[in-house]
């Protein structure tokens, strides 16, 4: 028997072990590592920044202003006929809307009906003839109201007086319309003010009267802060969500203090344009007679409503009944703008195809999109 080499044992030992690792690596390769990363689609050239472009750890640049580009103008229409009368069953093609005089294609017509969102807005400083009248016919404006629709009573003279809120209970609402003059209050000014006499210790001084400054003109001019109580109606207005109609129904001789105001007619007008409110007017006898409604037509014409003059209680019931129905009937337009998107005030005007037809909406809108 032939004996083998310790060396040689030892070698064919190694080499058997290289062997079978080399065998089992090939039977079990081992895991892939990640895949490699897919190329991201090529982005499209950008415009570098005004500003610059911000270096690897600095701070970010101030960017500027950013600016947004209306898509779509939400336009209310009233069409009425010769006699008055709302027009129903007209059709997309019947209209045709002007932005800026450039001509727009309308991208759908709506007629159906929204519910209101309503501000009742009661001068609370007029001849006691009119005053009397405007009370009697108040509950009158419910016979108009749908249930869908939510309303809130508010008063006016120098001051803004708001309501206890928008309130779909009717039963509610007719206590607030019965008692709002009744729950008027003086405007009283601060004591010692121009209104009052002198006053010791923020009290009037023996012997010192103390007149209402809502009743008084200064040199023949009213007190009465009619812008200001339309910005007011505004605002509470402004957030109400776009499936309803917002409108302030305005009853009033139209007498306004210029100088009460802190609000000028420009910036109420403004607001009541951003945020689509629709103004109604009720005009007493008198303003008709004196000539002194100048605000409540201006307001209506921009805003794409309409102005009703009254003279009794039976007058003013059936333009309450007339003014919700219009409102809540309104067509309504849709389209998307084509001109300079950089001008801040965009001119509107709405025609029909159709003759003997007038058209009732809103002059232009500020920014934003007007819904």
């Given at each position: ?76 229409v009233t069409v009425k006929d010769k006699t008055g009368n709302m027009v129903a069953g007209l059709r997309r ?279």
């Amino acid at each position: 028997m032939t004996m083998k080499s310790p060396r040689k044992s030892l070698l064919w030992a190694t080499l058997a072990v290289l062997l079978a690792a080399h065998v089992g690596l090939a039977q079990n390769p081992p895991p892939a590592g990640p895949p490699p990363a897919s190329n991201p689609p090529a982005s499209p050239p950008t415009t570098p920044s005004p500003v610059g472009e911000q270096k690897p750890g600095t701070a970010p640049a101030p960017q500027n202003k950013i600016s947004t580009t209306t898509t779509v103008v939400v336009v209310p229409v009233t069409v009425k006929d010769k006699t008055g009368n709302m027009v129903a069953g007209l059709r997309r093609d019947d209209f045709r809307v002007f932005e800026d005089k450039i001509e727009q294609k309308i991208t759908e017509l709506s007629a159906d009906p929204r519910p209101l969102s309503l501000v009742v807005l009661v001068d609370n400083d007029m001849k006691q003839k009119d005053s009397d009248q405007v009370d009697a016919s108040l509950p009158a404006i419910l016979a108009g109201m749908s249930l869908s629709d939510e309303a809130d009573v508010c008063r006016f003279d120098q001051f803004f007086y708001p309501g206890k809120g928008f309130t779909k209970d009717q039963d509610n609402l007719l206590k607030s319309l019965k008692r709002t003059k009744l729950d008027s209050q003086p405007s009283v000014a601060p004591p010692g003010g121009p209104f009052n006499g002198p006053s010791i210790n923020n009290a009037p001084a023996p012997g010192a009267g103390n007149q209402d400054p809502s009743l008084i003109a200064i040199k023949g001019q009213t007190t009465k802060a009619l812008d200001d109580a339309v910005y007011e109606a505004a605002q509470l207005l402004k957030d109400k969500p776009n499936t309803r109609r917002k409108i302030i129904l305005l009853i009033s001789d139209g007498k306004n203090g210029a100088k009460f105001n802190n609000h000028k007619y420009d910036e109420v007008r403004n607001e009541l344009l951003r945020y689509n409110v629709i103004v109604y007017s009720v005009a007493t006898g008198s303003s008709y007679f004196d000539r002194k409604f100048t605000r409540l037509v201006e307001y209506s014409g921009e805003t794409g409503g309409d102005v009703s003059y009254g003279a009794k209680a039976e007058s003013f019931e059936n333009f309450y009944a007339q003014i919700a129905d219009e409102a809540r009937n309104q067509y309504t337009l849709y389209y998307s703008p084509k001109g300079n998107p950089g001008v801040d005030y965009h001119s509107i005007e709405v025609r029909v195809e159709r003759e003997g037809l007038s058209v009732i909406a809103r002059k232009g809108y500020y920014g934003g999109v007007p819904q």
